[in-house]
């Protein structure tokens, strides 16, 4: 009996997963790494212990599930994405510490970036802002400011990579410099409709072509892994970045097949087929996955604190003890008595992208109880989510409706917001048994390839429903509730920028 393995590398820890041909989880292993700040708003990791954990869980997954490499049909590889490692080709070791997709040193190089009129182009051929998310900034930062850098790259002895790259290159023992087009569509540098690296974008950033990974399909052998101390090689045969391999392991595979990860923010993709949907309504496009075929494209739309309001009641205000206790707290009410908690706590993601906006609650009364500010913060999850799905289609313009919200996170596992959340969508929520979609889709998407699942249909077969909530709120009523969460909303935008009259006189 053979089995697959998904190796998941995230932000915080790296997580390795055993599956069987039913896709049913045989052994699951996780490790924790440290999170570096040397500065504010600058965010590293080790890649070096990124690595070391990560092959760490491998072994543990395996004689958890009393099994060895032999038993291994294929490798699959989900990462945290936009996070950027380059590193010495000769030594193998980087030459710095890997930068995480939160940093934001290189705003000011993005703010030239648009000074020059450089934004359309680049929204145009990458289906991104210019932010300093995404790879690209981070990788000229390295360029420039690292002792030496540009005359390495310049000699062709450095390499660039994402994570899932700098894990590839070290499984096979750096015989395989490769990025899957999904990752590499989150780097600032790709033409996401040839799927290919862009010189006018390279010109722009000033990166030598000689740093790049070769692109490969999300689906595919792209290299035969040699882990430390295994006796035989293991085919690598599929690799995604983590929401589109959640993407693919909630079973999205159609144009208008959407799915929202509810964890500290909330991740909504939406599959628009071979289509790249080029937003008017500031969502991201991106390369879905190719897997098969041609290449495939989703919208997505981010909320920067979804879980993290719930967070926020437990440590900023005192009102519940763990996270899963606000169901109860929330249900103690019948509804949140008019209060709008906007958790604006580090600005506003898609669809507004306002650094400056700031939280607010509205609507306080002397009848207000700790029940209804935890109604409101988990409305607040659900509202945020709503405002991306109505921009997705908006975008589509009618082509191919969302009809169905697949869902997982550790949020999602709440009721109550998730009915809250097919009240305000006016469609079905559908929660799957399988919460662990990420590692999933990166298991299938290897397992497809090798043929240890046959095709897609087989593996839609193999997906199971825990429940679905169907929308129960009138039309009307969610008519008023959204219109009042949007007056919220409007006086949370630019707060942080706002002075008051007295500040103003002075
Ligand atoms: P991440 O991968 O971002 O760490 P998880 O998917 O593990 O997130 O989910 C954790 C988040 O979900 C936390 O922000 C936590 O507050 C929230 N959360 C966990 N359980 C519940 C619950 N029952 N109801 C609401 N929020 C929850």
Sequence with gaps: MSFVIALDQGTTSSRAVVYDRAGT???FAQREFEQIFPHPG??????????????GVAREVLSGAGIDWP???AIGITNQRETTVVWDRETGRPVHNA????DRRTAQMC????????????REKTGLRLDPYFSGTKLRWILDEVDGARDLADAGRLAFGTVDSWLVWNLSRGSRHVTDVS????????????????????????????????????????AEAVPPAASAAVPIAGIAGDQQSALFGQMCHRAGMAKNTYGTGCFMLKNTGHVPVVSNHDLLTTVAWQAGGALEY???????????????????????????????????????????LVPAFTGLGAPHWDPHARGTITGLTRGTTAGHLARAALESIAFQSAELLAAMEADAGGASPVTELRVDGGAARNDLLMQIQADLLQIPVVRP?????????????????????????????????????????????????????????????GWANQKSEAEDES
């Excluded at 703010?111 to 680049?122: D, K, R, Y």
């Excluded at 008023?480 to 935008?493: E, F, I, K, N, P």
């Design 71 to 73: 038993d291994v049909a």
């Design 111 to 122: 703010e030239q970036l648009v000074a020059l009129g450089l934004e359309s182009m680049f």
């Design 298 to 340: 989703a919208l997505e739309g981010s909320v920067f604190a979804g879980g993290a309001v719930v967070q926020w009641l437990r440590d900023g205000l005192g009102i519940i003890k763990a996270a899963p206790d606000v169901e109860a707290l929330a249900a103690s009410v019948e509804h949140s008595n008019d209060t709008f």
């Design 433 to 493: 048994t399988v919460a662990e979609t990420t590692a999933l889709g990166a298991a299938y998407l290897a397992g497809l390839a090798v043929g240890y699942w046959r095709s897609v249909d087989e593996i839609d077969s193999m997906w199971q429903i825990d429940r679905v909530f169907e929308p129960s709120m009138s039309t009307d009523e969610v008519a008023y509730r959204m219109g009042r969460w949007r007056a919220a909303v409007a006086r949370s935008l």
């Design 42 to 55: 600058w965010v590293e990791h080790d890649a070096a212990e990124i690595w070391e954990t990560q092959i």
């Design 25 to 27: 989880v045989v052994a």
């Design 99 to 102: 930068i995480v997709w939160q």
């Design 183 to 222: 990752n590499a569509s989150r780097t600032l540098l790709l033409n996401i409709r040839s799927g290919q690296w862009d010189d006018d974008l390279l010109a722009a950033l000033e990166i030598p072509r000689s740093v790049l990974p070769e692109v490969v399909p999300s689906s595919g052998i792209v």
